[in-house]
């Protein structure tokens, strides 16, 4: 009996850890064949505004695929519609009478696979093979599935993943900071780049406002969308309040989490790919990071002045002799409306009387709360700390 896999997805785009993935699984099965099948329309996920055709996302995983002895399907492009996956099965059935199909898929899929159009029908015609990246509470959550399976007598497969992992929307991020080559194949690279797909033709340089505040939102996750409005409009009052570029204010507080996204690896890949040379300090805590990638992308992506790219660079930890606008953007960052903390309302009131007494009750807020979790403190908040505490004596 031959032993054929299915590894399909909306491969948005399709990167290495989609081929690695797909070849790791096809040994360790020892499958005879494994199906790449890029979805005609997902019935999962909606794609996002100005994604590629369903056939450029094909091609992009034949160029993928293309040093390998993977299959690239297009068997649900060419039914077209909603791509069920109980259709291709069915399908596939028909060219493999004789055989035992393996359906692989990440834990997303894995954990709502009983609510997939014609579960009871899928689940008798296939094994189901589930990829998890090695977290605790990943493979507990994937663990009670199986088990759950297994009560209504479907065996499951779990597989830790061994490759670089990174999702497509963490992808298609990287893509518009111009730092997606480490994940993706040469070909792939290069077809995007030349069909300007995932935003990477366009410009952002010089965005006004309305055009700005579209492109951020879409670039970090949406419950971070709230603050970063609220952080903007803070500071423009604060601009107002202290005479400060009330423009530089806007920009910079929209743009100041904009790589907050990215997790602490793929922090430490743009800083890479920007070359960019990290203290220990920063190396050990990449989490701190999104301050300076954040900087980093303001001022080469989004083409903004210096005093933008410095208060975006210091929101997080402050620095000694901080100007106007860099106080002003870490306050704002602090006391935007949708904080909530013991002390906040105190903070919002000394940001309009007092920027230095505000700034000194932020620095010393975060401090103490690193202390009490036992989190090392970075040397420019502790100089930031001591610089407004000196400013505040010679008064």
Known sequence: ???????????????????????????????DKLYLIPSHISPHKVLPDGSPTPQQRLEMVRLAACDTDLVVSDIELSRGGASYTYQTVLSLREIHPDSQIYLMMGTDMF???????????????????????????????????????????????????PVTEISSTQLRRMLVFGCAAPFLSEEVHTYILQNRLYGT????????????EKVVTSLVNPNRIAHILGC??????????????????????????????LDGPLQLTVCQEYGMVLD?????????????TGAMV???????????????????????????????????????PNRKFPGVEEL?????????????????????????????????SQEALCDIKRHLERR
């Open 298 to 336: 303001a001022e080469r992506i989004f083409g903004e002045n210096p005093a933008v790219v410095s208060a975006i660079h210091s929101h997080t930890t402050g620095k000694a002799g901080m100007n106007i606008l860099e106080k002003i953007i870490y306050v704002a960052d602090y006391m935007e």
């Open 348 to 380: 919002r009131q000394a940001a309009f009387s007092d920027i230095d007494r505000a700034m000194e009750m932020g620095l010393e807020m975060t401090l103490d709360l690193l202390k009490k979790e036992g989190k090392v403190i970075s040397v420019a």
């Open 111 to 161: 954990l709502t696979l009983d609510s997939w159009r014609e579960a009871e029908l899928l689940l008798s015609m296939v094994i189901p093979v589930v990829f998890y990246r090695g977290d605790k509470a990943e493979r507990e959550r994937v663990e009670e599935k199986k088990a759950e399976f297994a009560s209504k007598g479907v065996s499951a497969i779990v597989m830790e993943n």
């Open 1 to 31: 009996m031959d032993r054929i896999g299915i590894f399909g997805g909306t491969y948005n785009p399709p990167h290495l850890g989609h081929v690695q993935a797909a070849v790791y699984g096809k040994n360790a099965l020892k499958l």
């Open 232 to 261: 903007r409009d803070t500071a423009v009052a604060l601009a107002k309040r202290w005479g400060a570029d009330e423009t530089d204010a806007a920009r910079a507080g929209l743009l100041h989490d904009i790589t907050k996204a």
């Open 201 to 212: 033709g366009e410009s952002y340089i010089g965005l006004p406002m309305d055009k700005l």
């Open 280 to 292: 220990d300090f920063s190396r050990e805590n990449p989490k701190t990071l999104h301050a300076y």
